[in-house]
């Protein structure tokens, strides 16, 4: 009875470790409102899920390990394997910054003259930036996929954000 309660322990382990992975993402809804609650939640589980997730990959492989010393059957042993992957690859991504996957700067762009913008509706909000007679204008609506666009205008480097 104490096996089958130490791996009930582990599944539920893998159960909440992606949870503790995905919850700050989750928590930042690029397209939706934010509380400034919801944000701070979301950086401090940023700062907990590397440890977090570290103990219960450790706990689950402890128990895992334990159990395996009963019962020796391949079959077994297989199968108690996988929440212990989902425990470790859950650890190994805790320790990803997520956020840049997500938002990939932009850095090959190409720009068109605004007769040929033909991506760009009439009623679209873009971003502007004019450095002396220069100017670049960027779509929001591409702006809120790629987040971060790096450009530069003459010489001028500089980063557009929204």
Not at 27 to 39: K, N, T, V, Y
Not at 111 to 137: C, N, T
């Amino acid at each position: 009875m104490r096996r089958h309660a130490a791996m009930l322990a582990v599944v539920v382990m893998a159960l909440v470790a992606p949870l503790v992975l995905v919850a700050p993402e989750a928590l930042l809804r690029p397209f939706a409102a934010q509380s400034e609650g919801d944000i701070a939640l979301a950086f401090e589980l940023r700062q907990l899920r590397p440890w977090l997730t570290l103990l219960l990959a450790v706990a689950g492989t402890l128990l895992t390990a334990r159990s395996w010393k009963r019962r020796r059957s391949w079959g077994y042993r297989a199968l108690t394997s996988i929440p212990v992957l989902v425990l470790m690859v859950s650890a190994v991504l805790a320790r990803q910054n997520l956020f840049e996957w997500m938002f990939a700067p932009v850095s090959n762009l190409r720009f068109v003259e605004v007769s040929d913008a033909r991506h760009v509706e009439p009623g679209d909000m873009v971003l502007g930036v004019r450095i002396g007679d220069d100017a670049k204008a960027y779509p929001v609506r591409l702006l809120g996929y790629y987040h971060v666009v790096n450009d530069q205008l003459g010489s001028e480097p500089y980063v557009v954000t929204y």
